[in-house]
């Protein structure tokens, strides 16, 4: 069902059936034709839907609808709301609310989901902790499989995941996990102890998120045990949450690398003031650091004017050593978030680059030459001025392409937020200087 239909079928006030239409659609789905409605309509459409299947579509919706929405039910509609949500969705909600509103929501909800999402809005933003369900199945390590198998259908129908399940000393700290498959494959009177995987892999409550989705990138894990200093179990991070973590950070990577201070908003939904504040930043710096290569085109004036047809292919050599570079970084820092190179592979890192770095410029001279002799008409002399910088900006431009981000990231700092607007200003500057450079040895120029 498009949007248009379901707008007919409120116009024409046929509730009963938009509400039949609604039901059979997936959560997510649901979710998204109340997205692309108007405000208006949003809250009552929401209001449709039976409880049993509110809970679930409100899970699916963003943000910002979430707290339109949630905020205008009545108190025992927005309770409801928030008790059959996941732990981990409704302090995702809550944590983007002023507290008066947060303090009103929580009031009516239940001891035990006070104390749940209390807990987890306790932990620093971006840390496991922040985005662990605490909604888990959990076995005892001397129950039999017959034992576990009737604890998941008691318990599990509230549980996030139940196609793993993670296992507990008396202390509850983590010793193992089996898997339902196990379950369902091992003999009734089995101890967990003996079918159970020992060497359990988890985070800690303060693991970055970003690490968190690179460990379950690299188990192919679809939960995760999250304990705390004393390995005790106290939650999981399921592979849907790994998906919106690792969508986030890469969105956020784009927006640094292209000099844009991150977003939180979708695009359609962000202000053009607030686009203008996370974008002007770095384009005044641009402007500012462009000067720079303004300063060198005056120094080399003099040479400028003898050989006038220099000027023709500034921007060609500022561009290509410019696209070099991104190309460069923009690899290295892929690398480096994926963990496959460290500070210590500089030097293999450098000597794969020099030598990539000369092929290409290589390659792109030799193109180029053909182009300036027998299209541009230009004297040899010339065209070898422009080649012979072409390899060399090539060169030194990779050079800064991959080490840039290795320095940076030793200092600590975050490579994508430095790498393209700090890279593109080197790399003007050093372009137009080899240029030049290299044109007043070879043309005799005066400087």
């Not at 919706?61 to 928030?82: F, N, R």
Request: aromatic residues 6%; contains cysteine.
């Amino acid at each position: 069902m498009d949007i248009e239909e379901i707008k007919a079928l409120v116009n024409s006030k046929k509730y009963n059936e938009l509400r039949s239409t609604l039901v059979e659609l997936n959560e997510a789905d649901t979710a998204a034709a109340i997205e692309e409605l108007p405000k208006e309509w949003q809250m009552a459409i929401f209001r449709l839907l039976p409880k049993d299947k509110a809970a679930d579509v409100f899970s699916f919706l963003p943000t910002d609808v979430e707290q339109e929405i949630i905020t205008s039910l009545t108190g025992k509609e927005a309770t409801e709301i928030i008790d059959n949500l996941m732990a981990d969705d409704a302090a995702d909600l809550l944590e983007e609310m002023p507290a008066t509103v947060v303090k009103r929501l929580l009031a009516g909800t239940t001891a035990e989901t006070r104390r749940t999402i209390n807990h987890l809005l306790k932990f620093p933003e971006d840390s496991a902790g922040s985005i662990m369900t605490v909604e888990f199945v959990d076995l005892k390590e001397n129950l039999t499989v017959s034992q576990s198998i009737d604890r998941i259908r008691d318990i599990g129908l509230d549980k996030e995941t139940v196609n793993t399940c993670f296992v507990l000393d008396s202390a509850r700290k983590l010793v193992g996990m089996v898997t339902l498959r196990s379950l369902i494959l091992s003999k009734p009177d089995e101890i967990i102890e003996e079918i159970m995987e020992e060497n359990v892999i988890s985070v800690e409550t303060l693991t970055d998120q970003e690490e968190v989705a690179q460990i379950m990138s690299k188990y192919d894990f679809n939960s995760l045990p999250v304990v705390d200093s004393e390995n005790r179990l106290v939650g999981i991070i399921t592979i849907d949450d790994v998906v919106d973590i690792i969508q986030e950070e890469a969105t956020e990577d784009i927006q640094k690398m292209a000099g844009i201070m991150p977003i939180d908003t979708p695009y359609m939904k962000t202000t053009s003031f607030e686009l203008w504040k996370k974008r002007i930043v770095w384009l005044l710096l641009l402007m500012i650091s462009a000067t720079f290569t303004g300063k060198i085109i005056t120094h080399f004036e003099s040479a400028l004017a003898a050989a006038i047809i220099l000027t023709a292919y500034i921007p060609m050599i500022m561009d290509t050593g410019g696209n070099t570079g991104s190309q460069t970084s923009t690899m290295i820092i892929r690398a480096l978030s994926l963990n496959e190179i460290g500070h210590g592979d500089i030097l293999k890192i450098i000597r794969k680059e020099m030598l990539t770095a000369f092929v290409c410029g290589l390659t792109l001279a030799a193109a180029n030459f053909l182009k300036l002799i027998f299209i541009d008409k230009l004297t040899l002399p010339v065209a070898a001025v422009i080649c012979i910088t072409l390899i060399i900006a090539v060169m030194v431009a990779d050079l800064v392409g991959c080490t840039l981000p290795v320095f940076v990231t030793r200092l600590g700092l975050d490579p994508t937020v430095v790498a393209a607007p700090i890279m593109t200003t080197i790399i003007d500057a050093l372009s137009l200087l080899i240029y030049f450079q290299v044109a007043t040895h070879l043309l005799k120029l005066n400087l």
